[in-house]
């Protein structure tokens, strides 16, 4: 399964961006899948996951109320809709898809991994 990532840029603080990841050669619609990001000198974080039909999400604490990830299972495809951006949200933007159908937020649990988006929010 190759993931492609897309919908970076460049923002200012209090915009709004939503990702898109979309599978090519194979779906990843029976997959979980979840937004990872790694900003700039620290380690790459999870920053929401979802099990496969979306009826299952997960967020880390920083981004609680502001994003939101969903999934298209016809299509296989996620999304990350974030809104009320801050300048702290500014990093590389990955999207992954594990093996399994429920969500997991450990990092060594996905198998697929998109190429990686940037966003940058401007202050």
């Known amino acids: 399964v190759q993931l492609q990532a897309f919908g970076g840029g460049l923002v200012q603080a209090g915009g709004s961006l939503i990702l898109s990841c979309a599978a090519a050669?194979?779906?990843?619609?029976?997959?979980?899948m979840g937004w990872f990001r790694q900003a700039p000198g620290k380690e790459r974080e999870i920053v929401a996951a979802?099990?496969?039909?979306?009826?299952?999400?997960y967020y880390t604490e920083s981004v609680k109320g502001r994003f939101t990830i969903s999934k298209d299972v016809a299509k296989g495809t996620a999304y990350l809709q974030m809104n009320s951006l801050k300048p702290e949200d500014t990093a590389v933007y990955y999207c992954?898809?594990?093996?399994?159908?429920?969500?997991?937020?450990?990092?060594?649990?996905?198998?697929?991994w998109g190429q990686g988006t940037l966003v940058t929010v401007s202050s």
């Open positions: 050669r194979r779906t990843t619609s029976n997959n979980a």
């Open positions: 992954a898809a594990a093996l399994g159908s429920n969500y997991v937020t450990e990092e060594s649990r996905y198998r697929y």
């Open positions: 979802i099990n496969w039909n979306g009826g299952r999400t």
